[in-house]
T-cell receptor, first 117, second 117 residues
Framework: DAMVIQNPRYQVTQFGKPVTLSCSQT?????MYWYQQKSSQAPKLLFH???????NEADTPDNFQSRRPNTSFCFLDIRSPGLGDAAMYLC????????????????FGPGTRLTVT | AQTVTQSQPEMSVQEAETVTLSCTYD???????LFWYKQPPSRQMILVIR??????QNATENRFSVNFQKAAKSFSLKISDSQLGDAAMYFC??????????????FGKGTKLSVKP
């Protein structure tokens, strides 16, 4: 089945220790997104890739970086995790960005729950 | 900037009955898309239903239907014959048909739906 896969599902890291979260997709979608979702809140977009073009949200901290080495994979790197970075991180994909008669609906992975100790 | 408001933080419904979740949004655009996403506890977010603003007909997907009132900027979700598996957080989301970062998903804060047996 075509899907969005995130590994690991649970990640524990130490304060200040770099961590990488992984996302892969078999949908062959052009766009991949990373969201941060804190408890009982809506997801917050961090950045997205349209093919190889990287688009950072204005309020995404510099501590968060992303890489997309190919169509299928996208990584979220947190260079120096703080306690406030503990959250669920959601990866999503869409075939295209939204446009006229293109809804750009997004398909989400199961998420990685990050704990910072 | 567009905003999405879900005024009901929590809702409850008896199994087999009908429940309506409210969503209002604010935009000056005429071309956009609206979505309802479902996020069960500890499970991934899935798309429930999508509505294109240029379509007057309300979208339906099996037991799920929407009441889209474009002039009133209202987009409510009706769940008929509620099942225990419908218990989840429901997010209303808006996406502009414009390109670039204007096309990002804008989520409401969510409504937590409980289903009583």
């Amino acid at each position: 089945d075509a899907m969005v896969i995130q590994n690991p599902r649970y990640q524990v890291t130490q304060f200040g220790k770099p961590v990488t979260l992984s996302c892969s997709q078999t949908l062959n979608h052009n766009v991949m997104y990373w969201y941060q979702q804190k408890s009982s809140q809506a997801p917050k977009l961090l950045f997205h890739y349209y093919d190889k073009d990287f688009n950072n949200e204005a309020d995404t901290p510099d501590n968060f970086q992303s890489r997309r080495p190919n169509t299928s994979f996208c990584f979220l790197d947190i260079r120096s995790p703080g306690l406030g970075d503990a959250a669920m991180y959601l990866c999503a994909t869409s075939r295209d960005l939204a446009g006229v008669h293109k809804s750009g609906e997004q398909y989400f992975g199961p998420g990685t729950r990050l704990t910072v100790t | 900037a567009q905003t999405v408001t879900q005024s009901q933080p929590e809702m409850s419904v008896q199994e087999a009955e009908t429940v309506t979740l409210s969503c209002t949004y604010d935009t000056s655009e005429s071309d956009y898309y609206l979505f309802w996403y479902k996020q069960p506890p500890s499970r991934q977010m899935i798309l429930v239903i999508r509505q294109e603003a240029y379509k007057q007909q309300n979208a339906t997907e099996n037991r799920f239907s929407v009441n889209f009132q474009k002039a009133a900027k209202s987009f409510s979700l009706k769940i008929s014959d509620s099942q225990l598996g419908d218990a989840a957080m429901y997010f209303c989301a808006y996406r502009s048909a414009a390109g670039g970062s204007q096309g990002n998903l804008i989520f409401g804060k969510g409504t937590k739906l409980s289903v009583k047996p």
